[in-house]
């Protein structure tokens, strides 16, 4: 009987012991899961910021700008609008360069300077003509080769045939440099203007008031939508054939793909409807589309996890079914709500294949004032830019990934707030 008890205490030992070391193997592949997941996202960051933040500096050239000759007393807005603006930043770059003669020599010197320096100084001026009655110095926006060769992104040791700046060129920007000319400035432009043919001018702020006004329609369709569906689902609705199906359905739609959004907001906001192209409005018609389905999952379960007995509860008091709703089931169920509407809207931030669709792949340069402006996203800047082949739209993608992730933390961090607001304990 000893020998039989010692036995089976030695096979429950082992079978711990087992089992305990089947554990710690559990929790060592959950740790390593984890950090390996932390290491790709590590890199994943810093890769993206490492690439992206050379975008938020310019380099900026500084020229000094004289009353011309034939205005030398009445000037004004008039007169401002019929001057020749480039020919005005010309004629100084080539000041700074008196020696430089010859057609081929003046191109390659007024390819220093960017094409739209010549538009930034009309508006400042045309903001305020007394500017230029004493003499105005000016920093402008340099080319995007420059820009990229003062970052240290293009090799200045390699042969002449084998880079875009030319000996010469070098040479006119090093005398730049020397002389204080030439510096590396906050890109004002990157966050205040629209997309732009040249990198040192194109900016995400028209893309991001597109998303923002595509944003803002998807919310208030799908949120509203989404939370009464799941309410009459979920409290309302008989159980039967009819609503088994809504609910296959609805589940099925959630793992559509984005791409086929795109083609029914085609076929049915812009050819049936007849909706303009390129509006943020038909892109939040779409996503809305896509993320009803998403939202109604969630919230359904949300409504699923309150307690039968708060229902009980409320009915119990004499409260009718919709006051048990309305007061007692859906506050607490909508922290919940909320995380799913949180995971809706990223997703919806984050497409762009359904927009390609309806024809936000536009190049769009105003920044949009309405929902029915054309315009165009972010997710949609950065695949364009992405496939510039200029060196410098590579940098300007980066920094379009950061501020779309900026744009989805700071949106999640609002959608955070309002759940921590409505949450409450049972």
Known sequence: MTSAGSRIRDDVRSSLRRRYRSE????????????????????????????????????????????????PEAWGLQELEGLSFRGFVRDSLQAQFPNVSGRAS??????????????????????NPDLLRDGLSVWLPADDEVDMLIKGHLDRNVAEEQRRVTDQQLAWVDQLVADGRLQRRFNRLLLTSGDSRDPELAGVWGAAVGSFFMLAVTLALSFPLGVATAIYLEEFAPRNRWTDLVEVNINNLAAVPSIVFGLLGLALFINLAGLPRSAPLVGGLVLTLMTLPVIIIAARAALTAVPPSIR????????????????????????????????????????????????????????????????????????????????????????????????????????????KRFERRW
């Open 24 to 71: 710690r193997r559990f929790r060592l592949f959950g740790m390593a899961a984890v950090g390996v997941g932390m290491v790709f996202l590590l890199f994943f960051f810093v890769t993206i910021i490492s690439n992206g933040v050379s975008a938020f500096t310019q380099t900026h050239m500084r020229l000094d700008f004289k009353v011309p000759a034939e205005f």
């Open 106 to 127: 003046l191109k390659e010197l007024n390819r220093l300077i960017s094409p739209g320096a010549a538009y930034i100084l009309r508006d400042k001026l045309i903001a």
């Open 312 to 419: 009980e509860a409320a009915l119990g008091v004499g409260a009718s079914k919709m006051q048990m709703v309305a007061h007692h089931v859906l506050p607490l169920a909508m922290p919940g709500i909320l995380t799913g509407t949180i995971i809706g809207m990223a997703r919806a931030l984050g497409e762009s294949a359904p927009l390609l669709m309806i024809g936000m792949v536009a190049f769009i340069v105003d920044i949009p004032q309405g929902p029915l402006d054309p315009a165009s996203a972010l997710p949609v800047q950065i695949y364009l830019w992405a496939d510039s082949p200029e060196r410098a739209f590579a940098e300007r993608t980066s920094a379009a990934i950061i501020v779309l992730l900026g744009f989805l933390l700071l949106m999640n961090a609002v959608a955070i707030l309002l759940r």
